[in-house]
């Protein structure tokens, strides 16, 4: 089997305690395949769906950008810690008891957030350097407040000190962020002890797989289209005069409403790359 030729998405259920990158290292081992790349980070204590693509896949990752995401997360109140997860250590304690009638607007005023201040243990770079190397060197920074909107919200399980959380969020939403919001609206202080997330937009932590079951010889029966990925796009079968002159950069003539993000395939179902349709001409976007 020549890899080299194989795309692709695959569905990962990430374990607890290992980073997204590690996940590549193993399927990069396990596969001899150099080229791939993930859609949303997950911290190394979460767990739930990584989606992978594989080899020329990775230039439509970009489709999942705007991606909303669904969490199953658990806060611990009462505590906080550096990092405001497990990786941290603790370093606040408040003895406040919270008790379960003070939850009974939660969910709608969390529904109001408009904007969350992401944690400084993060990826994000201020001045060319990943926050969280800051944060360990012990520098003094701010970052600034991102849009964040929580779509949907549910308290699954509440038994204090512990409370469980469903949600459904916007991109760059940070669920550590999230936990300590709804920590300071009950008067109190919380991190983040459990994370899972459940979906990126349609696709669900059901259909993944775990990272253990994909290997050299299994690879093929986990590989899944981009079709099962962002079912909602919509797609055009080209013919090959349309073909050739898309791979050429050039557009052709293509009747229909203007459309930012359209999958183009061949008669074979071969995925061809990203278009998009302006005044009744398709424009390639992205060539695989």
């Keep these: ?10 569905l990962v259920d990430k374990p607890p305690d290992i980073s997204s990158f590690d996940v590549i290292r193993h399927l990069r081992k396990q596969t001899g395949i150099r080229t791939f790349g993930h859609a949303g980070t997950l911290d190394p204590f979460a767990t739930g769906l990584l989606i992978i693509a594989v080899n020329k896949y990775t230039r439509l990752l970009s ?40 939850l009974t607007s939660l969910a709608e005023e969390v529904l109001k957030i408009e904007t969350l201040k992401p944690p400084i243990y993060s990826a994000i770079k201020v001045n060319g350097k990943k926050a969280y190397e800051r944060a360990r060197a012990d520098e003094d920074f701010e970052l600034p407040a991102r849009a964040s909107r929580i779509l949907c919200f549910n308290i699954d399980k509440f038994e204090f000190p512990l409370m469980t959380y ?9 669920i550590r962020s999230l936990s300590q919001w709804i920590a300071e609206a009950l008067g109190t202080i919380a991190y983040t002890s459990a994370l899972r997330r459940t979906t990126i937009g349609k696709v669900s932590v059901l259909k993944a797989s775990a990272l253990a079951y994909i290997t050299n010889e299994s690879l093929t029966d986990h590989l899944i289209s981009v079709l099962d990925i962002l079912p909602e796009l919509e797609s055009l079968t080209l013919e090959e005069d349309g073909i050739k002159r898309i791979r050429n950069g050039n557009n052709i003539a293509n009747e229909g409403i203007d459309n930012s993000e359209i999958l183009l395939f061949d008669k074979y179902s071969n995925c061809l790359g990203i278009g ?8 390639p976007k992205v060539n695989l």
């Design 276 to 283: 998009f349709r302006k005044a009744n001409m398709l424009y």
């Design 1 to 10: 089997m020549d890899t080299a030729l194989l795309s692709g998405f695959l």
């Design 63 to 102: 489709l999942l950008d705007n991606a909303e995401k669904e969490y199953t997360a658990t806060l611990v109140l009462g505590q906080t810690t550096s990092t405001g997860d497990t990786e941290g250590e603790v370093t606040q304690t408040i003895d406040k008891i919270i008790s379960e009638d003070a």
């Design 166 to 174: 469903s949600c459904r969020v916007s991109k760059g939403t940070y």
